[in-house]
């Protein structure tokens, strides 16, 4: 009989036009009885869990409620019940009829005409939820790449204040970002930037006339510490819910001014041991040349004096003076020619264990300068673990150096310009090859390309490789070239792994 009231009660309360609205409605409706049965379910409740109207009311609610979910359900309810709340709201899941669970919110009130029943609103908060997962990873993405970016990002207002501070501002800086949000973005500036920000802003607003807004600038920031130290400073500008932000982007440019003042003194010690080793190959061939006509004089001489004396011919004694006299001071300039050679080829050389990736890197950083604007594509291939080489360290990177060059010219005039610096092992030689497209060596000129004064070059002197093959072979390796497949050439060069 109480049966009877409540389905007769729940008929009363949905019957025309209520009905049509019950039904109508774009949100779920259930109504539950005190013992949990299903009394009422509207058409969207019906699609939400995929279960017809029948077969919904043939139910409890807690048949359709996942299990993990139920206490928590049945405790509110209780609650409900008992008039302990007036009304309740949770996220809960229920049970789809192809079995996979539905996340929902449900509101859930009493209402008492003339049986207790309780009736819930039903919200499929699944887009929510899976907007919200979406945003999540989103927000993860970027904070992992702010993470990664090693340059800072600060969000400033109109007034200057710091409302953002990647996790790069405060490894930069050295201030954590609850210690400056919401503190002028003058704290990271030095005087006299300092005191003119906030005239340098205002200006701005007032004027829209731009003096570092979307240009990028060197300027000097202030660490937490107190130290300046050099950055370059892009700002860009936004609106946000009609209120202006700016947003900096910060590059600390300490690494890459040791840089430029590390490449400037490999540069003077290059350009030192270059002049220095010409010098020596010039001399060395000179002492070559010059030794040959010495030695022919002192002949001749001696053989002069000889045919006098056959021919017992009267020979004045100054005429004889003088030919000993020549005879000696060009046997002294050809000793001293000697000793020119010996020192030449002795040399004064700082040798010591380096790591050949560094020699490489070095080399590069400065023979490379220009390259990529003049559409050169670079492809350096080094072996991370590659055993440290005994050389000296500044004329190994002065035949890179040279080496490098040499291919950079020889590509001005190609339509492809690669260029190759390579590292290996091999049969206990470390092997560096330098390879370009260029138009390759004439013939006439590969067969001699290390000899002195044999250049390919309109200006060049030709002693560049050849001080190259000196250099190489003074530790103990070699040095050659060779045609490039499909164009160009190859030089290379080997130095012993072990002194």
């Known amino acids: 009989m109480a049966e009877g009231k409540s389905n007769l009660a729940a008929q009363d309360a949905t019957s025309d036009p209520y009905r049509r609205l019950f039904d109508a409605a774009a949100i779920g409706i259930k109504w539950s009885a005190p013992d949990g049965r299903l009394v009422e379910v509207n058409h969207s409740f019906c699609a939400l869990l995929g279960f017809e109207r029948a077969d919904l009311l043939a139910r409890r609610y807690d048949d359709i409620t996942h299990p993990e979910d139920a206490p928590e359900d049945r405790r509110q309810f209780a609650r409900l019940m008992a008039g302990e709340i007036p009304s309740y709201t949770i996220e809960k899941r229920y049970i789809h009829k192809s079995g996979e669970p539905v996340r929902v919110r449900v509101t859930s009130s009493l209402m008492k005409s003339p049986i207790p029943y309780r009736i819930s609103i039903v919200e499929d908060v699944r887009a929510y939820h899976q907007a919200e997962r979406v945003r999540q990873e989103s927000e993860a993405r970027l904070r992992s790449i702010l993470d990664a970016v090693p340059d800072a990002m600060i969000v400033i207002g109109e007034r200057g204040l710091i409302e953002s501070f990647s996790p790069s501002a405060e490894k930069m800086f050295g201030y954590a970002a609850g210690e400056v949000i919401g503190q002028n973005v003058k704290i990271l500036m030095p005087e006299p930037y300092r005191a003119q920000h906030d005239s340098y802003i205002g200006r701005y607003l007032e004027t829209s006339e731009p003096h570092i807004i979307g240009i990028g600038r060197l300027v000097t920031g202030q660490r937490k510490d107190g130290g300046l130290f050099p950055i370059e400073l892009s700002v860009g500008e936004s609106k946000l819910e009609g209120r202006r932000i700016f947003t900096g982007f910060v590059r600390d440019m300490t690494e890459r001014e040791s840089a430029e003042r590390r490449i400037e003194e490999l540069q003077g010690e290059l350009t030192h041991v270059a002049r220095l080793s010409e010098l020596g190959q010039m001399g060395a061939a000179l002492a070559h040349e010059l030794n040959q006509p010495l030695s022919a004089i002192v002949n001749y001489l001696q053989a002069g004096r000889r045919i006098l004396q056959a021919a017992e011919m009267p020979v004045p004694p100054r005429v004889a003076e003088t030919m000993e006299k020549a005879a000696a001071q060009a046997e002294r ?158 030089f290379a060069f080997t130095l012993p792994l072990e002194a």
């Open 333 to 490: 300039a050809g000793q001293v020619i000697r000793r020119l050679r010996e020192f030449v080829a002795r040399g004064e050389t700082d040798r010591r264990p380096e790591n050949v990736n560094t020699v490489i890197e070095e080399a590069a950083a400065l023979a490379l300068i220009g390259a990529k604007s003049a559409g050169i594509t670079t492809r350096i291939t080094l072996r991370p673990n590659l055993p440290p080489v005994v050389m000296d360290k500044v004329q190994i990177q002065q035949v890179l150096l040279n080496l490098i060059r040499n291919a950079l010219e020889a590509m001005e005039s190609s339509e492809e310009r690669i260029l190759a610096i390579e590292a290996a092992t091999k049969d206990g030689m470390l092997e560096l090859r330098v390879s370009d497209t260029g138009p390759g060596l004439p013939p006439e000129v590969a067969g001699n390309l290390f000899q002195p004064f044999i250049t390919t070059k309109s200006r060049g002197m030709g002693v560049g490789l050849s001080i190259c093959r000196s250099i190489i072979e003074a530790h103990g390796g070699r040095i050659s070239t060779a045609k490039r497949p499909g164009g160009g050439t190859v």
